[in-house]
């Protein structure tokens, strides 16, 4: 058997896994499986079907509307234990000592942390009713909701898609925007802005109301939701540039291009918020310290805390001018990449071997994809 035929195969085990699994799981009314159009997914179907649009498109539509739900899904969390609940962003009934700690970064948080959620739910739902309107198939990642949340007050307690409570956090996003000389796309790398963040499993929301106190543990909870706001949303900004670059129709261009500007807003202002974390050492936790960027042996233009906007750096070819742009956006692999990353902070542990196989089916999809006349 050659080594395309193993894989077609693999994927076909992979999608009538899942479809088994949900009718074990009584989620039968979603059809046979993931891929929810409102008509059955045979067991024979390596993909989801793209109606009316070109196969690479809805590929790629769909990678982004997983991608959209898992953030919904962590930002709920948020939202109801240090947001605003109302029915824009409903869940929860909040934690107030919790939501202190985080406007110790910005005394609008609470705000933003509603707006950010409300705006991941518009996106998920306009990208797969988008997907609808075009007869092709569309994503739920409902049967996957099974992992615990947090239990303290405040919370909705119902099952999640994603973790909070053990993240590791990559931070370098801090000083790659800062860089003058060196672009991820060119393999460079860069320094943690919170070493202790990209190490160990960290709660970014209280875990039960005993993480309420002491008040400085409770601020390293908060401190460290502050700089996974941003790491969270660095990621949409790139993802969007580097997959818009496969798409095909313009108007799914348009798409991707209008949805990615509202990642790097977000980004933006949740950067900014992350520079007021105050530096401390978590009683609870002596590993985990919050260092003050401003000071030695930080400080400089690596790691100044108002220094939010992209600083010029090189693209596309060393030898061009410098620009201030979005970095990464290297397509290839994207959607790869941007899976490998969310997995490795931690995202989904406690996940099932199903919601692993079929997100790397929708991520392998979407990198498999390529604008009409390209090969």
């Known amino acids: 058997m050659n080594s395309f035929s193993r894989q077609s195969k693999n994927k076909k085990n992979r999608r009538e896994f899942l479809k088994n699994g949900m009718v074990a799981a009584g989620a039968a009314t979603l059809g046979t499986g993931l891929l929810a159009s409102g008509a059955p997914v045979l067991a024979e179907q390596e993909k989801g079907r793209s109606g009316q649009l070109p196969k690479g498109d809805a590929a790629i539509l769909r990678f982004l509307a997983a991608a959209e739900i898992l953030e919904t899904d962590l930002w709920v ?22 939501t202190a700690a985080l406007q110790v970064l910005d005394g609008d948080m609470n705000q933003y942390i509603h707006d950010n959620t409300e705006d991941e739910f518009t996106h998920e739902n306009f990208i797969n009713a988008y997907l609808a309107s075009k007869g092709a198939d569309t994503v739920d990642l409902e049967p996957f909701r099974t992992l615990p949340g947090s239990t303290a007050t405040g919370s909705s307690g119902k099952p999640r898609l994603t973790n909070l409570m053990k993240l590791t956090v990559d931070t370098s996003w801090w000083t790659r925007y800062r860089s003058r000389t060196q672009n991820p796309d060119f393999g460079d790398t860069f320094p943690q802005a919170v070493p202790s963040l990209a190490v160990g499993q960290h709660p970014a929301i209280p875990r039960s109301d005993a993480d309420l106190n002491p008040s400085n543990h409770l601020q ?121 990353f969310l997995t490795a902070m931690g995202l989904f542990i406690g996940q099932s071997p199903a919601f692993f196989a079929f997100l790397r089916d929708l991520a392998e999809e979407a990198d498999a994809a390529r604008r009409e006349g390209e090969r």
């Open 77 to 98: 969390q948020y939202n109801e234990l240090g947001g605003i609940q109302d029915n824009e962003a409903p869940g929860g009934s909040g934690s107030p000592l919790y």
């Open 220 to 340: 390293a909870i908060a401190n460290t939701a502050g700089f996974h706001f941003a790491t969270i949303e660095q990621g949409g900004t790139s993802l969007y540039p580097s997959l818009a670059q496969r798409v095909s129709s313009s108007e799914v261009l348009r798409i991707v291009l209008s949805i990615g500007a509202t990642e790097a807003m977000h980004f933006q202002t949740w950067h900014d918020k992350a520079g007021n974390a105050p530096p401390l050492t978590d009683p609870s936790d002596s590993t985990l310290v919050f260092p003050d960027l401003n000071a030695p042996p930080f400080g400089g233009e690596d790691f100044q805390t108002n220094l939010i906007m992209p600083e010029p750096t090189v693209f596309l070819n060393r030898t061009l001018p410098v620009c201030s742009i979005v970095r990464p956006t290297e397509t290839t692999g994207a959607a790869t990449a941007a899976l490998k």
